[in-house]
């Protein structure tokens, strides 16, 4: 259980393009998702809480009319990249908490990322 | 000062050797604690939770000392399917900031023949 799937799992586009990405929980509800950006060498970073039906938190530094998170379902939640340009290839990774198990262990289960690349 | 700090190694150890890790975080008020470990291009996988009392997986274990703030990952009779980078993860409690994990910057291990 707690499968966490993404996609795509690459993308290369031009720069100016808009890039969307999927986060999917398979076998569980979340009412919260996570999005994280992870350049060559670096950590993973926060960028966004997202929370079913309701607006995305973002953390400071993020620009949410750059970043579109939609999170329409317990088990779907999408960040949109608008007008990409070089700066923003990286490791684009959601996490997704289990609504059953939240608040017992506070464990996130994470997709397999998904690669940007733009030109 | 970074909230979750690490010694980003690389350590390179032989087979069978232990290694130590540690990380230190900076805020008083975190509640869950966190080993992941990373593989090359990879999504963060949990290794084990980290709790007060320490424990044990294997032959993995993990301490948390909340006076100092400081967390640490032991691995005995290391494998080569150890080599990957250790993630020292904490997640804060309270208001709209509970179940935010903080990642500090890793740590690399390279368990070599």
């Known amino acids: 259980g707690a499968v966490v799937s993404q996609h795509p799992s690459w993308v290369i586009c031009k720069s100016g393009t808009s890039v969307k990405i999927e986060c999917r929980s398979l076998?569980?509800?979340?009412?919260?998702m996570f999005w994280y950006r992870q350049f060559p060498k670096q950590s993973l970073m926060l960028m966004a809480t997202?929370?079913?039906?309701?607006?995305?938190?973002?953390e400071q530094g993020v620009e949410k009319d750059k970043f579109l998170i939609n999170h329409a379902s317990l088990t779907l939640s999408t960040l949109t990249v608008t007008s990409a340009h070089p700066e923003d290839s990286s490791f684009y990774i959601c996490?997704?908490?289990?609504?059953?198990?939240?608040?017992?262990?506070?464990?996130?289960?994470f997709g397999p990322g998904t690669r940007l690349t733009v030109l | 000062r970074k909230e979750v700090e690490q010694d980003p190694g690389p350590f390179n150890v032989p087979e069978g050797a232990t290694v130590a890790f540690n990380c230190t975080y900076s805020?008083?008020?975190?509640?869950?604690f966190f080993w992941y470990r990373q593989d090359c291009r990879k999504e963060p996988k949990l290794l084990m939770s980290?709790?007060?009392s320490g424990n044990e997986d294997g032959r993995f274990t993990a301490q948390l000392n909340r006076a100092s703030q400081y967390i640490s990952l032991l691995i005995r009779d290391s494998k080569l399917s150890d080599s990957a980078t250790y993630l020292c993860?904490?997640?804060?409690?309270?208001?709209?900031?509970?179940?935010?994990?903080?990642f500090g910057q890793g740590t690399i291990l390279t368990v070599h023949p």
């Open positions: 996490s997704a908490r289990n609504l059953q198990l939240a608040g017992v262990r506070n464990e996130q289960f």
């Open positions: 076998d569980f509800q979340a009412t919260t």
């Open positions: 997202s929370n079913e039906g309701s607006k995305a938190t973002y």
């Open positions: 805020n008083s008020a975190s509640q869950s």
């Open positions: 980290v709790y007060s």
């Open positions: 993860v904490v997640s804060n409690a309270g208001g709209t900031s509970y179940g935010k994990l903080t």
